[in-house]
C-alpha cells in the first residue's frame, strides 16, 4: 500500500513515514508543493492496540492513504508549442515553462540577437550562484550519493593542486566499506607521490589529519551514502563534528533526477557544506532539473566536471560557461 506524507522538509516528511509506517518502508517518491514536502511510501499498517488503524483514521491525520502514485498528474494541460527559437531552444534543453517565460520576459521585442543572448546569459548566471573567486579550503572532503564521482574528482583536484600550484598535498580516506575504494585513492596517491591516511572513525580522523599537518592541502575522501541511510549520514556527520577544520563540498551527479538530486542537497546538509560539485556534465543530456536545484541551493557551485580522465576533466564553476551549457549543453 502506498502512503503519503505532507511537512515542511524532506527530512521531516521521511521522519513521518518511518515513524509512522515502520523503519522499513520503501520510499518511492519525493516531490515538493508550495513549500511543503511530500513522500510516497510503500508499506504496511502497523497495528495500534487490539483493533489496529483503519485507513479512514490514518487518512485523518498527517499520513494519506493513496492509491498508485500520482505520476499521471504531469501532463494535465500540455503546454503551448514554443514559437520564439531562444524559447524552443531552452524548452530543448528541459527548463520549465515558467522558468524559460521568466528567463525571457522582455528581452523578445528587441530584435539584436546578441543583445538578447548577452541578456539572457547574464540572467542565466544570476540564476546559477558560483563561488569562482574562493581558493580551495586547506582541507576539503567530498560527500555524495555512491558513484557520483567523488573519488575521481579528488585526484583531479590534488593534481591540480600539486602539478599546477606546486603544493604539498595529502589524502585520508574514510572510506573503507570496500577494499577496492582505497586501492583506488592509493593509485592516484602514489601517481602524484602524496601520503595517504585512512580513518575508520572520527577520532582516527583527527589523528590522520594530524599527521598530515605539514601538507598545504589535504583531501578527505568518503564513502558513497544513500541520502535515506539515516544511521550512515548521522556517521558520516560525526566526522566533521570531530574535526571542524574539514570543509565539505557535495557532489550531485548532473545525470540524476531532480527529486533525487533534491534529497541529496537537503539530506547532505548533516554535513558542514560550503560548496557543491556538479560530476558528469558532459553525460547531461538535460539542464533543466539542475537549473531548479542550484537557484534555490543554500551554497553556491564550486567545480563541474565533464568527463572521466584525470586531471583534465574539471573547472571552476564560472557564471558565462555556465549559462552557454545550460543553453548549448557546452561550456565553451
Ligand atoms: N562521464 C563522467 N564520468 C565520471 C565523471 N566523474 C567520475 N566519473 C566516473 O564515475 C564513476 C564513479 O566515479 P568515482 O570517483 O569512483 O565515484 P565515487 O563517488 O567515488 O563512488 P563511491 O566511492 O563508490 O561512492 C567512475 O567510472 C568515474 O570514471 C565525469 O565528470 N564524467
Ligand atoms: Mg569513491
Same mark, same amino acid.
Given at each position: 500500500?502506498?502512503f503519503?506524507f505532507?511537512? $515542511?522538509?524532506i527530512?521531516?516528511?521521511l521522519?513521518l513515514?518511518?515513524?509512522?509506517?515502520?523503519?522499513d518502508?520503501?520510499?518511492?517518491?519525493v516531490t515538493?508543493d508550495q513549500?511543503?514536502?511530500?513522500?510516497?511510501?510503500?508499506?504496511?499498517l502497523?497495528?495500534h492496540?487490539?483493533?489496529?488503524?483503519?485507513a479512514?483514521?490514518?487518512?485523518?491525520?498527517?499520513?494519506?492513504?493513496?492509491?498508485?502514485?500520482?505520476?499521471?498528474?504531469?501532463?494535465?494541460?500540455p503546454?503551448?508549442?514554443?514559437?520564439?527559437?531562444?524559447?524552443?531552444?531552452?524548452?530543448?534543453r528541459?527548463?520549465?515553462?515558467?522558468?524559460v517565460e521568466?528567463?525571457?520576459?522582455?528581452l523578445?521585442?528587441n530584435?539584436?540577437?546578441?543583445?538578447r543572448?548577452?541578456?539572457?546569459?547574464?540572467?542565466?548566471?544570476?540564476?546559477? $550562484?558560483?563561488?569562482?573567486?574562493?581558493?580551495?579550503?586547506?582541507?576539503?572532503?567530498?560527500?555524495? $550519493?555512491?558513484?557520483?564521482?567523488?573519488?575521481?574528482?579528488?585526484?583531479?583536484l590534488a593534481?591540480?593542486?600539486?602539478?599546477d600550484?606546486?603544493?604539498?598535498v595529502g589524502?585520508?580516506?574514510?572510506d573503507?566499506?570496500?577494499?577496492?575504494?582505497?586501492?583506488?585513492?592509493?593509485?592516484?596517491a602514489?601517481?602524484?607521490?602524496?601520503?595517504?591516511?585512512t580513518?575508520?572513525?572520527?577520532?582516527?580522523?583527527?589523528?590522520?589529519?594530524?599527521r598530515?599537518r605539514g601538507?598545504?592541502?589535504?583531501?578527505v575522501?568518503?564513502?558513497?551514502q544513500?541520502?535515506?541511510?539515516?544511521?550512515?549520514?548521522?556517521?558520516?556527520?560525526a566526522?566533521?563534528?570531530?574535526?571542524p577544520?574539514?570543509?565539505?563540498?557535495?557532489?550531485?551527479?548532473?545525470?540524476a533526477?531532480?527529486?533525487q538530486l533534491e534529497?541529496?542537497l537537503?539530506?547532505?546538509?548533516?554535513?558542514p557544506l560550503?560548496?557543491?560539485?556538479?560530476?558528469?556534465?558532459?553525460?547531461?543530456?538535460?539542464a533543466?532539473?539542475?537549473?531548479?536545484?542550484?537557484?534555490?541551493? $543554500?551554497?553556491?557551485l564550486r567545480?563541474?566536471?565533464?568527463?572521466q580522465?584525470v586531471p583534465?576533466?574539471?573547472?571552476d564553476?564560472?557564471p558565462?560557461?555556465l549559462?552557454?551549457?545550460?543553453?548549448?549543453?557546452?561550456?565553451?
Amino acid at each position: 500500500m502506498i502512503f503519503r506524507f505532507q511537512a $515542511p522538509s524532506i527530512s521531516e516528511a521521511l521522519q513521518l513515514a518511518r515513524a509512522e509506517i515502520g523503519p522499513d518502508c520503501v520510499v518511492v517518491e519525493v516531490t515538493r508543493d508550495q513549500g511543503s514536502a511530500l513522500v510516497a511510501v510503500e508499506g504496511e499498517l502497523p497495528r495500534h492496540g487490539a483493533g489496529g488503524a483503519s485507513a479512514a483514521q490514518w487518512s485523518g491525520g498527517a499520513a494519506t492513504a493513496l492509491a498508485p502514485p500520482p505520476r499521471q498528474l504531469r501532463a494535465l494541460s500540455p503546454a503551448a508549442e514554443p514559437t520564439c527559437p531562444l524559447e524552443r531552444q531552452l524548452r530543448l534543453r528541459g527548463l520549465r515553462p515558467g522558468r524559460v517565460e521568466a528567463l525571457l520576459r522582455g528581452l523578445l521585442p528587441n530584435r539584436d540577437p546578441a543583445w538578447r543572448m548577452a541578456q539572457l546569459e547574464r540572467r542565466l548566471a544570476l540564476l546559477v $550562484p558560483s563561488a569562482e573567486a574562493t581558493s580551495t579550503p586547506r582541507t576539503l572532503a567530498l560527500v555524495g $550519493p555512491t558513484g557520483a564521482g567523488k573519488t575521481t574528482t579528488i585526484a583531479k583536484l590534488a593534481a591540480e593542486a600539486k602539478l599546477d600550484r606546486g603544493l604539498e598535498v595529502g589524502f585520508v580516506t574514510i572510506d573503507l566499506f570496500r577494499v577496492a575504494a582505497v586501492d583506488q585513492l592509493q593509485a592516484y596517491a602514489n601517481l602524484l607521490d602524496a601520503p595517504l591516511e585512512t580513518a575508520s572513525n572520527p577520532q582516527e580522523l583527527v589523528q590522520a589529519l594530524r599527521r598530515l599537518r605539514g601538507c598545504q592541502q589535504v583531501f578527505v575522501d568518503t564513502a558513497g551514502q544513500s541520502p535515506l541511510d539515516d544511521a550512515r549520514l548521522s556517521e558520516l556527520a560525526a566526522f566533521f563534528s570531530a574535526s571542524p577544520e574539514v570543509e565539505a563540498a557535495l557532489v550531485l551527479p548532473a545525470t540524476a533526477q531532480h527529486s533525487q538530486l533534491e534529497v541529496a542537497l537537503e539530506r547532505f546538509s548533516a554535513c558542514p557544506l560550503a560548496s557543491l560539485i556538479v560530476s558528469k556534465l558532459d553525460e547531461s543530456v538535460s539542464a533543466g532539473d539542475l537549473v531548479e536545484l542550484l537557484a534555490q541551493a $543554500p551554497v553556491p557551485l564550486r567545480w563541474v566536471t565533464t568527463g572521466q580522465r584525470v586531471p583534465e576533466d574539471i573547472e571552476d564553476a564560472r557564471p558565462r560557461p555556465l549559462a552557454r551549457w545550460i543553453l548549448n549543453g557546452r561550456l565553451a
